[in-house]
């Protein structure tokens, strides 16, 4: 299916990007929902899809509501306020839906299901409500077994890829940025044209304007989302996303410089979490004591190199951007080119 979307002047001059946390979450519900997990994010589904069946959130509203293919039910992405969004601010706005939005895109799922809503569903669809706040704690939870523990390294890509469009905007102009956000997105001066559209895309009672959001999860598609009277966004595959699950180790060498700095035990650990672990982990690959990996971390983190999110009992470190940058000497970490330049893992 091919639409347009057509621009005036003002709709060019409102055009923005913004960064949404819930983005990430739907699509990458969407990632895992799909019968092969698409090559890209195979390692880090790998890594979650245990966390999340042990929290019961591989049956629960969330996935149900997040099918591998068709609707994606448009509450769950409110329209960011700002350039860089907090999940928080996200939730509550997901929180206050009307309960006639809440059933419509519910309606819609249920009639590309057969005609059925999955039994998971049903509470919601009776009672927004009283159900809304039970899906914002359970996104929360998801968002801390699946996402927190790598936003470090998500953000960052995603920071880079607004920079690299703002800055092509810029130097070259709108019309340049638009065109190159994606092989199936083209400008044609009065026009975004999109090819292999799930659905229309029309400005009817829809603000001026048009939000481009970048998103890890999205690859390798543009997702469009209208909903009045916000403004139509435009979810793309951020540049960089080939590069970031390649696993990133410590190299001997920069453990050994950094072990000058932090100390051996420190410097070992900061480089095996390249991916997020536990303590207990850690403890095994390293040899340390639960206690002393402990106490490692916690002057890790209190000097911004890890953080810490808990995954059920148990606590998961990760490093932070930071962190990450002591392992990356030419600083180019998050630069890579889009994945469309790079062959998925």
């Known amino acids: 299916m091919r639409t347009e979307l057509h621009f005036s002047a003002q709709d060019l001059a409102l055009t923005r990007f913004a960064v949404s946390p819930m983005q990430e979450v739907v699509t990458s519900l969407r990632a895992l929902a799909r019968s092969p997990v698409p090559a890209l994010h195979r390692r880090w589904a790998g890594q979650v899809r245990e966390r999340l069946a042990a929290a019961g959130l591989d049956r629960g509203r969330l996935a149900a509501m997040v ?63 009283g159900q809304l706040p039970r899906l914002a704690a359970e996104i929360e ?96 595959p951020a540049r960089g996303t080939a590069a970031l699950w390649e696993e990133r180790p410590g190299s001997a060498a920069r453990t050994d410089a950094l072990a000058g700095v932090l100390g051996r035990s420190r410097a070992r650990l900061l480089a095996e979490l390249g991916s997020p672990a536990s303590t207990t982990e850690l403890a095994r690959r390293t040899g340390l004591s639960p206690a002393a990996v402990s106490q490692h971390l916690t002057a890790l983190r209190a000097a911004g190199l890890t953080s810490a999110h808990r995954a059920g009992h148990a606590v998961l470190s990760a490093r932070t951007a930071v962190g990450d940058s002591l392992f990356d000497p030419n600083g180019q970490e998050f630069d890579r080119g889009t994945a469309s330049e790079r062959p998925a893992p």
């Not at 706005?93 to 569903?121: C, F, H, K, N, W």
Request: net charge negative; aromatic share 6%.
């Open 67 to 129: 099918p591998p293919e068709g609707h994606l039910p448009d509450f769950l992405n409110p329209a960011p306020a700002g350039c860089s969004t907090r999940l928080a601010e996200e939730l509550v706005a997901i929180s206050a839906t009307g309960v006639g939005q809440v059933r419509a895109d519910l309606d819609i799922l249920a009639a590309e299901a057969g005609g059925r809503l999955p039994a998971a569903l049903e509470p919601l669809h009776r009672d927004p409500a």
């Open 141 to 236: 939870t998801y968002w801390e077994l699946a996402l927190a523990p790598y936003w470090a390294r998500i953000s960052a890509v995603l920071a880079a890829d607004v920079f690299h469009r703002s800055r092509q905007a810029a130097e070259h102009g709108s019309a340049r940025m638009l065109d190159e956000l994606h092989e199936t997105v083209r400008w044609d001066g009065t026009a975004l044209r999109l090819e292999q559209r799930h659905c229309a895309v029309n400005r009817l009672n829809a603000a001026a304007g048009l939000l481009l959001v970048p998103s890890v999860f999205a690859w390798p598609r543009v997702l469009t989302r209208v909903l009045p009277p916000d403004p139509p966004q435009l979810v793309y």
